[in-house]
């Protein structure tokens, strides 16, 4: 069973967070992506408890209410700050200068990416589902006669200013029939709009976006072994980008596809990654 805590970091950030597992475990960090929250890993705090683990899912920067700085002012959502709020939060609950697993979705793998590439003495595993190798998902961006331009188009429609209160409109129809539209349960949706589903959680969501415009990133050879788990019938994030990450992980590698699985892993599929995640991080221990 998760308890629901506070986390606050030496930056004066508090987080809101979901925790389970002995507090003298094996640390597990688990970053959320865009539009969902903690509550994307439901599934798998249990069973990560159950093996020992110190499992901690927060939500992100502007997600959580006490770690809100103005969206207005896009350098408070910088990649900089999106990576170091992972390590701060690691030392907040007693893993300062521990060695811990990181694990990340959409946009909590983007940090997760970022976290491998400036701390990979911290961590004895990363698993990312759904976000590809920065590079990658770059590469596969600027192909002429690729798909990934229209996959992402979305994003651009996040860096105009009505975007929030559109999304928001009659009972957030749009992130659900749209985003959410590939098979995620209602409940789930539930949950996450518990968290994101007001206007100044939503435009601090987005300021991810308009701080980071496409998701570029400064990103090398990831030096940790990896997982990279990716659904084949993700909307979002094709073949081009997904399978070409392992060519910028120089550790370790292994690439886990899930038939008829959309983009958003651990809501459409929890069972099946949680199982996957577990295996990864027993080959890798701390």
């Known amino acids: 069973m998760a308890d629901t805590t506070q986390i606050t970091t030496r930056s004066g950030l508090t987080f809101t967070a979901d925790v389970a597992g002995p507090a003298d475990g094996p640390l597990v960090l688990l970053l959320h992506g865009f539009p969902e929250s903690r509550h994307s890993w439901r599934a798998a705090l249990g069973p990560l408890a159950a093996a020992g683990y110190r499992a901690i899912a927060p939500d992100q920067r502007g997600y959580s209410p006490g770690a809100r700085p103005d969206p207005a002012e896009l350098s408070n959502y910088s990649f900089d700050k999106l990576v170091n709020d992972a390590i701060e939060i690691v030392a907040a609950v007693g893993g300062e200068g521990r060695r811990f697993h990181q694990v990340g979705h959409d946009w909590g793998g983007q940090v997760s990416w970022g976290v491998a590439s400036a701390h990979p003495g911290r961590l004895a595993s990363l698993t990312?589902?759904?976000r590809p190798h920065p590079k990658s998902f770059q590469r596969a961006l600027a192909r002429a006669d690729g798909d990934q331009k229209n996959r992402s188009r979305h994003h651009r429609a996040f860096l105009e200013p009505g975007t929030g209160p559109m999304l928001l409109a009659d009972n957030a129809r749009r992130l659900r029939d749209g985003l959410f539209g590939q098979g995620v349960p209602a409940a789930a949706m539930d949950e996450h709009l518990s968290v994101l589903g007001t206007p100044a959680a939503l435009e601090a969501a987005l300021a991810w976006y308009r701080a980071n415009k496409g998701l570029a990133a400064d990103i090398g050879t990831i030096a940790v072994p990896t997982l990279y788990i990716w659904g084949d019938a993700d909307a979002t994030v094709?073949?081009?980008?997904?399978?070409?990450?392992?060519?910028?992980?120089?550790?370790?590698?292994?690439?886990?596809?899930?038939?008829?699985?959309?983009h958003f892993v651990m809501d459409q599929a929890p069972a099946r990654a949680t199982d996957l995640l577990l295996a990864h991080l027993a080959k890798h221990p701390v």
């Open 128 to 130: 990312v589902m759904s």
């Open 238 to 262: 094709g073949p081009d980008a997904a399978k070409g990450t392992g060519d910028f992980v120089g550790s370790a590698f292994g690439m886990e596809v899930l038939p008829g699985v959309g």
